[in-house]
């Protein structure tokens, strides 16, 4: 267990809606990253945030979108979606700003658009 | 393009035998090297890294060869057990750019067989 959670674990829903992911770090951690898994692909960098601010992003759609609150946990937001956005969304958690330090992953929600 | 390629899939070894993942990177700016293992339903789980000032990082049964000259690196488990079967990503990042999010190879999943 990595101390880092996520919710929900599955996610089913259709072209067009909107969906929301959630991941807790591990305590203490004020790194969040967001990964995107897809089919035959390694895992794709998207965003991070640091203590609530944006620290870093890579190949994130304008149709999504991430937030991290003041308790730390942070939400992913998907929307219009298509179904090429089915994946595995993993979020990942580090002690430290720039991401030098291991960064521990959560189970992941898979997302399944039809 | 494909900054961290992983180009064997999957592989297959027998128990108390050798294990050798293979991984192959294009950035020369890329200075830290890890090795995460994924079990199925669960997060990437971290195993093993290696900067770039160093050509070996043993921890184990594991230990990571870096040839920076070939941009290649290699994790080798020695002796494998049947509870190494996993995914193994390997994941580089650079000291610039963005920072210190992590990129991926596709993985290659690893059996080994009683």
């Known amino acids: 267990d990595s101390g880092v959670t996520q919710t929900p674990k599955h996610l089913i829903t259709a072209t067009g809606q909107r969906v929301t992911l959630r991941c807790s770090p591990r305590s203490g951690d004020l790194s969040v990253y967001w990964y995107q898994q897809s089919l035959d692909q390694g895992l794709q960098f998207l965003i991070q945030?640091?203590?609530?601010?944006?620290?870093a992003k890579g190949n994130i759609l304008e149709r999504f979108s991430a937030q991290q609150f003041p308790d730390l946990h942070s939400e992913l937001n998907l929307s219009s979606l298509e179904l090429g956005d089915s994946a595995l969304y993993f979020c990942?958690?580090?002690?430290?700003?720039?991401?030098?330090?291991?960064?521990?992953f959560g189970p992941g929600t898979r997302l399944t658009v039809l | 393009d494909q900054q961290v390629k992983q180009n064997s899939p999957s592989l297959s070894v027998q128990e108390g035998r050798i294990s050798i993942l293979n991984c192959d990177y294009t950035?020369?700016?890329?200075?830290?090297f890890l090795w995460y293992k994924k079990y199925p339903a669960e997060g990437p789980t971290f195993l093993i890294s290696?900067?770039?000032?160093?050509d070996k990082n043993e921890d184990g049964r594991f230990t990571v060869f870096l040839n920076k000259s070939a941009k290649h690196l290699s994790l080798h488990i020695v002796p494998s057990q049947p509870g190494d079967s996993a995914v193994y990503f390997c994941?580089?990042?650079?000291?610039?750019?963005?920072?210190?999010?992590?990129?991926f190879g596709k993985g290659t999943k690893l059996s080994v067989k009683p």
């Open positions: 945030y640091y203590n609530g601010e944006e620290r």
């Open positions: 290696i900067s770039s000032i160093k």
């Open positions: 990942a958690s580090s002690v430290d700003e720039s991401g030098f330090r291991e960064q521990f």
């Open positions: 994941a580089s990042r650079s000291h610039g750019g963005s920072q210190g999010n992590l990129i």
């Open positions: 950035n020369s700016m890329f200075d830290y």
